[in-house]
């Protein structure tokens, strides 16, 4: 008899004891004398949770006297082991194992062969199967398999007959009760507590038996097509651009995909008589089985990524394929992916959504360049969450510190309330300024602007007190759309920033994608193979190479000022005639306009961002042409010090306070005294407290910053006397300290300058 033959005998004397009208623990007695004969076991016995304790309930070669006296807690002796980790185990020798305990009422002590499986309910183990021999050999894995079936099976007549009550379901281990921190990389740094709410939940399986085994492999045929399209569909999203971790994790979908051997066992678990449903989480069991004796962690990666996979086809199979978005946030939620889509962050509502906790994911990331525009705190590379965190599960997140504390203990909720207050208080202060004028002690008007990229992040303009938009990033619209936006939505979303912004100035940067924003229906020959996206084919490179994109963009921000200012600014210019190049674009769209007889903005404004250090060798020739030069810290930093800031080693590595960072700036500052061009800082650098006192001391007078930094920074301004930060800076970088931080720190606190 073939393995699917004998495991489809044993599934047909299953159905026929569940569709008995025999009482619940008549089924059970039953069930052990079948699997004992299939398996050829001596015993065969079933455990189930009562009152906290596994429970004999049901055997075949144990003492009868035994059945509802033997109790066992989890993670006692084997059995117990199976139930509290939920796995398997399949022994040739029971005795030899460090948990193995002998309890003398079973009369067990004959056995040496031991193999168990959990059964599972909603998440959870709530009992266990197991089976013994007399003599010592591992079980085969048809035979562990055939277990398993049974244990789905078990599962289904315990929620039926209510063997089992429904808060012991919900029930969980100490290990999975207890307080647990996990740790990770800070994608985007910030506090926020709420409870667990997984993006794509888990599926329960309700029929585990099937009534027409045809029909069920019609349903997994279909459901594989219709994965392989989605997986073949995923190198056209924005999110799995080319190059990179995600073409890896991407190659690796496929190959499962369409791995025969896979479709193979769910075939074959299906002509045993299960479900389509019941079929793939029986093939997901033992991979999962197989990931626990795997080392390398290269591979455990691989089978995590077929777990993924399995859940996928899951999903689509039985027909749920809607994420936690569908249904609606009802709480402060913080939400658990394997990764995100910005479009799909999106989707989420904003007022409930506190932040966002990835197995995957990456500084540079799309989501994560939307989420910071958002100020939703983002951990990454969180790995291993299933069965450490569940759904409602109370979750303090801290990604200033690169951590997530799961069901706190009280006195760390109490600690992180305090932070989470003393938070607050600083905030409602800063509320307090939002219609103060950021003036120096001496007098000097500083502009605090803000940086925006979405529609809704208009709002904040006049919440904050902010002096305008320094910095609209237009490729948001590129970066969460499947298609290249047309200029009708283009023409669309800048009238509404526009007219959202009132008298207050908005400047456009113009699209900036490719390279390390890769976006699928823009991809290049060239940069399919840059070796480094970040300073590859992209912004106004790319821009200038695919004119149409920029003519329609042009077209549409030209349109949207009509009777107003319309500032617009060039991103990654390197050399002054890229600069002349996509100003003649707009021009020549505005002579169009003109020739048309339509209304044209009431004046232009040209700036550029210099975020390339060789536009800094250059200035004398392109500020004349200028009417703003706003200086991208983050991007000229990592070109400055050749390291990319996507690499977590080097994120956290070089500190924007260096001497060569501020000596750099200074000359750029330096270099547009007595020029009739604004000078400002778009950039993270310019939100830090410290780091914004620095600027200010080497002449910068104009920072766009992210909304929750306006306040913070116009508290800041008040309180520095210009003479006094550029008379010390200019100390400091003819010798410079040590630690030019502490030092600037320090001397701060002797003028009572508060920095956070």
């Known amino acids: 008899m073939t393995a699917a033959a004998a495991a489809r005998s044993i599934l047909t004397q299953l159905h026929e004891v569940m569709a008995s009208r025999m009482h619940a623990q008549g089924k059970l007695d039953r069930v052990v004398e079948i699997i004992g004969e299939s398996l050829d076991s001596e015993v065969c016995s079933i455990y189930l949770l009562r009152e906290g304790m596994l429970e004999l309930f049901a055997t075949r070669g144990l003492n009868k006297e035994a059945v509802h006296v033997t109790r066992l807690a989890l993670g006692e ?20 194992h ?12 004959k056995f040496h062969s031991f193999a168990g499986v959990p059964i599972v309910y909603r998440e959870r183990s709530v009992g266990v199967l197991c089976v013994q021999h007399v003599d010592p050999r591992r079980y085969e894995d048809v035979e562990v398999e055939a ?13 039926n007959a209510e063997l089992v009550d429904e808060e012991e379901a919900r029930g969980r281990s100490e290990q999975q009760s207890g307080p647990v921190t996990i740790t990770g990389l800070s994608l985007v740094k910030g506090l926020a507590s709420g409870y667990a709410v997984f993006h794509q939940p888990r599926i329960t399986i309700d029929q585990v038996m099937a009534d027409d085994t045809e029909a069920e492999r019609q349903r997994v045929y279909r459901a594989f097509d219709k994965m392989r399209d989605q997986i073949d569909g995923l190198s056209q999203q924005a999110e799995f651009g080319v190059g990179g971790e995600h073409e890896e994790v991407l190659q690796t979908y496929k190959m499962f995909a369409y791995d025969e051997g896979w479709s193979r066992r769910i075939n074959e678990a299906i002509d045993s008589g299960l479900t389509a449903e019941a079929a793939i989480e029986r093939v997901q069991q033992r991979t999962r089985m197989r990931m626990r004796e795997i080392d390398d962690p290269l591979l455990a990666d691989r089978m995590h990524d077929l777990e993924d996979l399995s859940n996928r086809l899951l999903r689509i199979v039985s027909g749920q394929l809607g994420t936690a978005a569908t249904q609606g946030l009802r709480r402060d939620t913080i939400l658990i992916a394997k990764n995100l889509g910005p479009a799909e962050l999106l989707e989420y509502d904003r007022r409930r959504l506190k932040g966002v906790i990835l197995e995957e994911g990456s500084l540079t990331a799309h989501v994560v360049i939307v989420a910071r ?37 009280q006195a760390v909720a109490d600690a992180f309330d305090m932070r989470f207050a003393k938070t607050r208080e600083k905030q409602a202060s800063y509320a307090e300024l939002r219609d103060v004028e950021p003036f120096t002690r001496c007098g000097t008007r500083i502009q605090v602007l803000m940086n925006a990229g979405l529609r809704d992040d208009i709002s904040n303009l006049n919440l904050v007190g902010a002096d305008g938009i320094g910095l609209f990033r237009t490729e948001f619209q590129f970066l969460v759309s499947a298609t290249l936006p047309q200029r009708e939505r283009q023409l669309r979303l800048y009238r509404d920033v526009l007219d959202a912004a009132g008298d207050k100035p908005v400047i456009f940067r113009t699209v900036d994608i490719g390279g390390d924003k890769a976006v699928p229906y823009l991809n290049s020959d060239e940069a399919e193979h840059d070796e480094n996206p970040a300073m590859g084919w992209r912004a106004l490179r790319l821009a200038l190479e695919r004119e149409g994109l920029l003519k329609a963009q042009a077209r549409a921000l030209l349109e949207a000022a009509s009777g107003r200012s319309l500032y617009v600014m060039f991103p990654m210019v390197s050399e002054p005639w890229e600069f002349d190049a996509a100003k003649q674009v707009f021009e020549d769209q505005l002579a169009f306009l003109r020739k048309q007889k339509r209304i044209l903005p009431e004046q232009i404004q040209y700036g550029a961002m210099l975020e390339v250090p060789a536009l800094a060798e250059v200035l004398d020739l392109l500020i004349p042409r200028l009417s703003f030069l706003s200086v991208g810290t983050n991007d000229l930093t990592q070109f400055l010090f050749a390291a990319d800031r996507a690499n977590p080693k080097l994120a956290e590595r070089y500190d924007w306070l260096s001497p060569g960072i501020l000596r750099f700036m200074r000359r750029i500052a330096q270099s547009t005294i007595g020029q009739p061009v604004e000078l400002g800082v778009c950039g993270e650098m ?71």
Request: charged share 25%; glycine share 10%; with cysteine.
């Open 373 to 409: 525009a958002m100020g939703i705190p983002v951990l990454g590379r969180a790995r291993g969450l299933r069965g450490i965190l569940f759904e409602g599960d109370e979750v303090l997140l801290d990604c200033d510190k690169g951590m997530a504390n799961i069901r706190p203990a």
């Open 98 to 109: 460090p948990d193995f305990q002998y309890r003398p009422e079973t009369g067990e002590e």
């Open 686 to 756: 310019g939100g830090r407290q410290l780091e914004a006192l620095a600027l200010l001391g080497l002449g910068f007078r104009r920072l766009s910053i992210t909304p929750v930094s306006v306040g913070p920074i116009k508290e800041l301004v008040r309180q520095v006397d210009l003479n006094e930060i550029t008379e010390a800076m200019n100390r400091w970088l003819s010798s410079p300290p040590e630690d030019m931080r502490a030092t600037m720190r320090a001397w701060a606190e002797e003028r009572g300058i508060a920095i956070d």
């Open 77 to 96: 002796g084997l059995t117990g082991t199976i139930a509290d980790k939920v796995e398997t185990l399949n022994l040739a020798e029971a005795k030899a």
């Open 147 to 159: 277990l398993q079936t049974t244990a789905m099976v078990l599962s289904e007549l315990i929620a």
